[in-house]
């Protein structure tokens, strides 16, 4: 087609125009004068051979190509191919591509040249920041969404939508790989010279060659086409096995709490487990919803000379002195000889040694004690405050209280006992080294209720928020009315385990502070549940505003608490880069699978739930998690302990982790 011939405007194969967008096109291009270049100018210069691009997209790979069709550079072809083979094509002719530039640029570069266009189009497929996006479109079909940068200012998109031609080996050779073997041969018949014709000889040895590669790549090609029907039976052999297996470990895990349940029964605990609920006590084995994975409660085994030895080392060490790293006494001695794994021993009395920082590591007390983070952190913490001597806690009412609370908590990625024993050092950092205890004058009933509070927070929390309970109308959202489900049922399980004596700590005191306690303990418990976040900081805020001495009324200790207990839940955020980011990664994960269900149950999935986003939410709903809450409520809050500050600075720079990550991509 010559410069300025009209163009038919047809629809081409794997272009989608409403007839609206068809007239529009003609009524422009009969006002428009005739265009004074030829689709080919720049053509030569900017696309002179096939350029091809990977791109990793939404967790996908795929292959985009771009080449003239012919020696003249008529005419073009576009591409694409996942990493499965399957390849989707559409091949045009400079006719089809004139009428795509002119529906596509006539409202925002209408004086794009074709120079410009080429220009553009191939630094698309080579080196520009947005790279080609394949978009899946009805009929299996990919619709290339390909952004031309005309200026550093302007951007064109153009839609080209390609056609699934399937995903058979040839395919991929004639797409991807006779391109380029077709350009060479062009180049070098292009190129050729009076002075390269001297090394004729030598070039047609070359082409010989050539020639038999690509006879020795039709050979190969037709024997691996010959070994893809064997290769398939092999992957479904493979897959049936993998099944096989999976099965087994379904099967062995079976039969592994059989087995608990089985010696459990020898032991006089066969009753309902109703009845065992109330007459043994302990985590039980309760699913409350049909959705969530059965858990059976597994017991922690810890070393009484390793807790004996932690009482000897950090009891009433309130003032931060550091704790001795070896024994020197014939006591400590004594102590360290019941202890088989010595070195692991002093590891996590170096570990626990941190409590008082901010960089306490919970994952490395987690794999250290095999999985007794929790009950170390609060078994060290009543200690350091003294409160087993203030109130005559029996140590083995203490451990075992501890151990089953461990053992409530299920195997979540996130809301797991790990969570808890994190949770449990922020609280103290924010009484202890943050000076909460000292400004708010905290009783012994205020630190016992806030270790219990910080420990217990989310105990037997099933994976699932309250939204999904409420929508489900699971058994927990009915028990509850819906009001703040999760976290009336960490505290009522709890307070219910402590009827039986095993578990009782709060045997020891006397009903005025019994109901102190458990008072204080439901007002912070039901305070983590995020819908009362509004409100809760609502009323902080005002209270801060009163220039009066907080420690004169116990309504506003508890708020202090209040919002103490608040940001230790959520102060992953204010953790070393290292250790945030797993657990960014562990909330991720426990979202998704929530998400996974809510899409098999067909109702709408949560926000930031949904695991196909991941690339474009996940960092966007952590920014807007500490823009909106982290941040707001750590500020304030220092403003009433100015020792918390370095929790915002860290915060702002976790958060600026994720824009420097949203700046590079």
């Excluded at 080449?67 to 091949?91: E, F, K």
């Excluded at 596509?104 to 080579?126: R, V």
Aim: charged content about 25%; some cysteine; glycine content about 4%.
């Amino acid at each position: 087609m010559g410069c300025g011939t009209s163009i038919q405007n047809k629809q081409s194969p794997g272009t989608l125009m409403d007839k609206g967008s068809m007239e529009t096109s003609k009524d422009t291009r009969r006002g428009t004068p005739p265009e004074k270049e030829l689709p080919t100018c720049g053509k030569e210069k900017y696309l002179a051979e096939p350029v091809m691009r990977e791109v990793d997209q939404d967790g996908k790979r795929y292959f985009f190509i771009l080449y003239s069709n012919t020696r003249d550079y008529m005419g073009l072809t576009i591409a694409c191919r996942d990493v499965v083979g399957t390849v989707w094509a559409r091949s045009m002719t400079d006719e089809d591509v004139a009428e795509l530039k002119s529906i596509h640029t006539k409202l925002t570069s209408p004086s794009l040249s074709w120079a410009q266009f080429w220009k553009s189009l191939t630094a698309a497929f080579i080196k520009a920041q947005d790279p080609p996006r394949a978009i899946a479109t009805p009929g299996n079909q990919r619709r290339l969404d390909i952004t031309l940068r005309t200026s550093k200012e302007q951007r064109v998109l153009l839609p080209v939508y390609l056609s699934n031609y399937g995903s058979e080996n040839t395919l991929t050779y004639s797409y991807f790989f006779y391109p380029f073997l077709n350009s060479y041969s062009i180049r070098k018949s292009k190129n050729q010279s009076k002075e390269q014709r001297e090394e004729e000889g030598i070039l047609e040895q070359k082409e010989s060659k050539l020639n038999k590669l690509e006879a020795d790549y039709a050979i190969q090609k037709n024997q691996v086409e010959d070994r893809v029907p064997r290769g398939e039976d092999l992957q479904m052999q493979n897959r049936r096995e993998h099944q096989k297996i999976a099965d087994l470990v379904e099967e062995i895990s079976r039969l592994e709490k059989q087995v608990r349940r089985a010696r459990r029964a020898l032991a006089g605990d066969a009753m309902h487990h109703l009845d065992a609920l109330y007459n043994v006590g302990g985590a039980r084995s309760f699913q409350h919803t049909t959705w969530a994975r059965e858990y059976d409660p597994t017991w922690h085994k810890p070393n009484d000379a390793l807790l004996q030895l932690e009482v000897e080392q950090f009891e009433g060490v309130t003032d931060g002195s550091a704790p001795p790293q070896s024994p020197s006494d014939p006591l400590m001695k004594e102590l360290v000889s019941g202890i088989e794994d010595q070195t692991t021993a002093w590891k996590i009395i170096a570990c626990l040694k941190r409590l008082d920082e901010h960089d306490f590591d919970a994952f490395e007390l987690q794999e250290l004690t095999g999985g007794g983070a929790l009950l170390h952190v609060a078994w060290v913490l009543t200690h350091k405050y003294d409160l087993c001597n203030y109130f005559s806690i029996d140590r083995s009412v203490l451990k075992n209280f501890w151990l089953a609370v461990t053992a409530g908590y299920h195997p979540n990625p996130y809301h797991n006992a790990t969570h808890a024993a994190d949770v449990l050092q922020c609280m103290h950092y924010v009484m202890g080294p943050g000076n909460m205890d000292s400004k708010m004058r905290l009783k012994k009933e205020d630190q016992l209720a806030a270790i219990i509070s910080a420990g217990i927070h989310d105990y037997d929390h099933p994976g699932f928020n309250n939204v999904f309970h409420t929508k489900t109308a699971a058994y927990l959202g009915t028990l509850y009315n819906d009001r703040s489900i999760l976290e009336n049922h960490h505290c009522c399980c709890v307070f219910e385990m402590m009827r039986n004596p095993k578990y009782n700590i709060l045997a020891s005191l006397n009903d005025d502070q019994k109901k102190d306690v458990r008072d204080t303990v439901v007002e912070l418990l039901l305070s983590t549940d995020m819908g009362n976040h509004a409100r809760i900081f609502a009323q902080y805020r005002r209270r801060l505003g009163e220039n009066i001495d907080w420690y004169t009324r116990k309504e506003d200790v508890r708020l202090a608490m209040v919002m103490a207990i608040k940001m230790a839940d959520i102060s992953n955020c204010s953790r070393p880069l290292s250790m945030y980011l797993k657990w960014a990664e562990r909330i991720a994960e426990e979202f998704y699978a929530q998400g996974d269900i809510e899409q098999r149950m067909d109702t709408q999935v949560s926000p930031f739930m949904e695991r196909r986003k991941h690339a474009t939410d996940f960092a966007k709903g952590q920014m807007s998690f500490m823009n909106y809450i982290v941040l707001p409520m750590f500020e304030d809050f220092s403003t009433l302990l100015p020792l918390l500050q370095p929790l915002v600075t860290r915060t702002e720079a976790n958060r600026a982790y994720w824009e420097n990550q949203r700046t590079v991509q």
